[in-house]
């Protein structure tokens, strides 16, 4: 930390790309929190395919349950609904 403060103070356009990459991270996770908040089981998983295909294929179902608030049974009554 002591480092990193000092690297921004002696370089400030450092501190400046620093701190528009967490106010763009931040934008995207308020994004991505009201954007599921809103949704039911399938529309979140619906959204994490479109969105984050990667995730779905290096991910367990569990884990991808788990970020989406859901049950692992129901994203097992998910995936198979959407490979009807």
Do not use: C
């Not at 701190?19 to 991505?32: C, D, H, M, P």
């Not at 995730?55 to 788990?66: E, F, Q």
Request: proline share 4%.
């Amino acid at each position: 930390h002591k480092s990193f403060l000092q690297a921004s103070a002696q370089a400030p356009e450092f501190g400046a790309v620093y701190k528009r990459i967490l106010e763009q991270s931040y934008a995207n996770t308020v994004y991505r929190l009201n954007t599921l908040i809103s949704m039911d089981a399938l529309a979140k998983l619906n959204w994490l395919r479109q969105h984050q295909p990667k995730l779905m294929k290096r991910l367990s179902s569990k884990m991808i349950a788990s970020y989406l608030g859901i049950t692992p049974e129901t994203m097992t009554r998910l995936k198979a609904k959407l490979e009807d």
